[in-house]
């Protein structure tokens, strides 16, 4: 069994930074991609930035320039540095990521999510 455990939401002023950590564990036996996606109250999940084995990222144009994901391949943790945060970052932050099993069946994993609020 596979689990993603988030931490490091919180609240925070405008301008404000914060860090998000993923880690996964259990059976695996690979990881291919991890990603951030975050939804807002009423509003659909969308992508943040997600991170490939290689070290490419891609990054929501909202919030290119201000975050930075990264991933400790050997510890299966992806992070997501959140510098100028705005309140429009306020979301619960949600952790994936694509994981092959010892019988390397494949499939996609989500944290329970955590939250992040920025104030004005």
């Known amino acids: 069994q596979v689990q993603l455990v988030e931490s490091g939401g919180g609240l925070v002023q405008a301008g404000g930074s914060l860090t998000l950590s993923c880690a996964a564990s259990?059976?695996?036996?690979?990881?291919?991609?991890m990603g951030w996606y975050r939804q807002a109250p009423g509003k659909q999940r969308e992508l943040v930035a997600r991170i490939n084995r290689a070290g490419d990222a891609n990054y929501a144009d909202s919030v290119k320039g201000r975050f930075t994901i990264s991933r400790f391949t050997a510890k299966n943790t992806v992070y997501l540095q959140m510098n100028s945060l705005k309140p429009e970052d306020t979301a619960v932050y949600y952790c994936n990521a694509d994981i092959a099993d010892y019988g390397l069946d494949s499939s996609l994993y989500w944290g329970q999510g955590t939250q992040v609020t920025v104030s004005s």
């Open positions: 259990g059976s695996i036996f690979s990881i291919a991609a």
